[in-house]
């Protein structure tokens, strides 16, 4: 891999990503946990880390989040954890949060393996238990290195073998894909527990990233030298039973005959546990830390995670002209009012996401 990544912001348009941090910001204001903001500048652009909690006998947890969350989202998670041990809670360059906004072109996952892997030194000097959720977890397998101790995976669709399903329930359940708070409501209902209730911040926060932000690729290029190097870290599975993205079927297909993986399923709980029930996920956390199954010698067999053929060329996508590029920027530009009359359809941003 050469020094130099290209890098593609992870917003819409230039700018946007000032909306998204200032709401994360607001959000920030109205914490009750004490904690600390901290920069970095690593080989993505800066990145920005949320502290808290005091150093304990129990190792750092370092947690990465994917599916539009940001560390701003999860204080009750955070209060949670923090009671335990120190926890390092880090907004991915490219994605919904205070880091920088650009990410690796075309889903380079070893550039991501290369940024965790340089910033882990630089947060402590201690070894670490490293939380994934979503593409977060597909970072931190990449990312295995002697200073993590633990691997906690929670919603890893991308690592998982594909299932039989739609397309249209992909599309629809991987994000929310619509600037109305009503209907954005409806997609929390549609992947969470049935027992939650979301905030009206947090249907705010995914309306708001529907509106700036760009989805992570759905297809991420992997070095197959890192699920090598997993047999050797104790590895922990967490999902929800009524997770409708990572439905539990796919990760019992993952860990049929593998001894090194844990599996913890939380019980009613959807896609984003730290969000429906941070108290049993901080629980779960610790539990998970503690329990350390047998690390198999067997070396991590890529075949057994195939993902679906990259498509061929009659399925491309046509490039975008600069016609298109400019009406993109026009409409973009009249959606800076969230909820003003101009807003784009959600249709208009289906065909944006293709585009881009």
Request: with cysteine.
């Amino acid at each position: 891999m050469t020094s130099t990544i290209l890098l593609r912001s992870g917003y819409r348009c230039p700018g946007d990503e000032q909306h998204i941090q200032s709401a994360a910001r607001a959000l920030l204001s109205t914490w009750r946990l004490g904690y600390e903001l901290r920069t970095f500048p690593t080989v993505l652009g800066t990145t920005t880390v949320l502290v808290a909690g005091a150093r304990s006998e129990r190792p750092p947890v370092v947690m990465m989040l994917g599916g539009a969350l940001a560390a701003a989202t999860i204080e009750s998670c955070v209060a949670a954890i923090a009671r335990t041990r120190e926890v390092f809670v880090v907004d991915i360059p490219g994605e919904p949060g205070l880091s920088s906004p650009g990410r690796p072109v075309g889903g380079n996952i070893e550039a991501y393996g290369l940024w965790l892997r340089a910033l882990l030194p630089e947060l402590t000097a201690q070894t670490v238990d490293v939380m994934g959720h979503g593409l977060g977890a597909f970072i931190a397998v990449e990312s295995v290195c002697d200073r993590i101790e633990h691997l906690l995976l929670v919603s890893p669709e991308s690592i998982l073998p594909p299932l039989r399903v739609t397309v249209a329930g992909i599309r629809r359940r991987r994000g929310p894909s619509s600037t109305d708070v009503r209907d954005t409501a409806r997609y929390l209902d549609a992947t969470t527990g049935a027992e939650y209730v979301p905030d009206p911040s947090i249907s705010t926060w995914f309306a708001k990233v529907a509106v700036y932000c760009v989805p992570p690729p759905r297809s991420l290029r992997r070095s197959s030298d890192r699920w090598e190097a997993c047999a050797s870290r104790a590895m922990t599975m967490m999902m929800g039973t009524e997770d409708r993205v990572v439905p539990q079927r796919a990760v019992d297909k993952f860990v049929d005959g593998r001894s090194d993986v844990h599996t913890i399923p939380m019980i009613g709980v959807g896609r984003f546990p730290m969000l429906e029930v941070p108290e049993q996920f901080a629980a779960a956390l610790d539990t998970a830390s503690t329990t350390s199954p047998a690390r198999s010698s067997a070396p991590f067999e890529p075949n057994r995670m195939k993902r679906q053929r990259t498509p061929d060329r009659r399925h491309r996508q046509p490039k975008t002209t600069d016609k298109e590029q400019l009406r993109c920027a026009t409409q973009c530009s009249r959606s800076a009012n969230l909820f003003g009359s101009s807003r784009p359809s959600s249709a208009f941003w289906r065909s944006c996401w293709r585009r881009h």
